[in-house]
């Protein structure tokens, strides 16, 4: 079972930047979608935003966009989230997970292969 390994969350102050990266090894990762999702204390896990194969194709939350920016680079078998303007409702566990070949929407439940996630916490 492949399993995805999430990195770069920290602590930052509101308005801060932090970049997460997804990798993952021994796969077909190029042909795999791949979407970050969070999950805030006493909330359900939600999708954050999604990458398509080709990484022509993305979709962002509405309460992220215009904020983060998903981004793939095959060679390194990474997807990377640049997340700027960050906010107190940015904070949760963010964790990274794979669809092979498209996905309809990006939705935790139709995406596997879940990592151990990132926790990201904003606050001053």
């Known amino acids: 079972q492949v399993q995805l390994v999430e990195s770069g969350g920290s602590l930052v102050q509101p308005g801060g930047s932090l970049r997460l990266s997804c990798t993952a090894s021994?796969?077909?990762?190029?042909?795999?979608?791949i979407g970050w999702f969070r999950q805030a204390p006493g909330k359900e896990r939600e999708g954050v935003s999604c990458?398509?194969?080709?990484?022509?194709?993305?979709h962002y939350s509405d309460s992220v966009k215009g904020r983060f920016t998903i981004s793939r680079e095959d060679d390194k078998n990474t997807v990377y989230l640049q997340m700027n303007s960050l906010k107190p409702d940015d904070t949760g566990v963010y964790y990274c997970?794979?669809?092979?070949?498209?996905?309809?929407?990006?939705?935790?439940?139709?995406?596997?292969?879940w990592g151990q996630g990132t926790q990201v916490t904003v606050s001053s």
């Open positions: 990458i398509s194969t080709s990484g022509n194709a993305t």
């Open positions: 021994a796969f077909a990762w190029r042909l795999n979608a």
């Open positions: 997970a794979k669809k092979f070949l498209t996905y309809g929407r990006c939705d935790p439940d139709d995406f596997g292969s």
